[in-house]
């Protein structure tokens, strides 16, 4: 098993729910998130690497399009 783990921090802990809230639907088995303050810790699992590589690309375009929506720079 192949593990990735990924943080954001953001200005603020509503900012950091906000984006993890909207990404959440997405995640389904792939990413398991926890949202700690300011932070947004994401962990990917899969067998292969090419497996982490698209999850990780799907869930940053995810992540911009909230942080777009959010107004975040």
């Given at each position: 098993?192949?593990?990735?783990?990924?943080e954001l921090e953001y200005e603020d802990d509503q900012t950091a729910y906000v984006i993890?809230?909207?990404i959440e639907p997405d995640n389904e088995d792939y990413v398991k998130m926890d949202i700690?303050?300011?932070?947004?810790?994401l962990k990917i699992?899969?067998?292969k690497p090419l497996g982490i590589l698209q999850t990780v690309d799907d869930l940053l375009a995810c992540?911009?399009?909230a942080e777009e929506a959010e107004?975040?720079?």
């Amino acid at each position: 098993m192949i593990e990735c783990e990924l943080e954001l921090e953001y200005e603020d802990d509503q900012t950091a729910y906000v984006i993890g809230k909207s990404i959440e639907p997405d995640n389904e088995d792939y990413v398991k998130m926890d949202i700690d303050g300011r932070k947004l810790r994401l962990k990917i699992k899969n067998e292969k690497p090419l497996g982490i590589l698209q999850t990780v690309d799907d869930l940053l375009a995810c992540i911009t399009v909230a942080e777009e929506a959010e107004g975040v720079e």
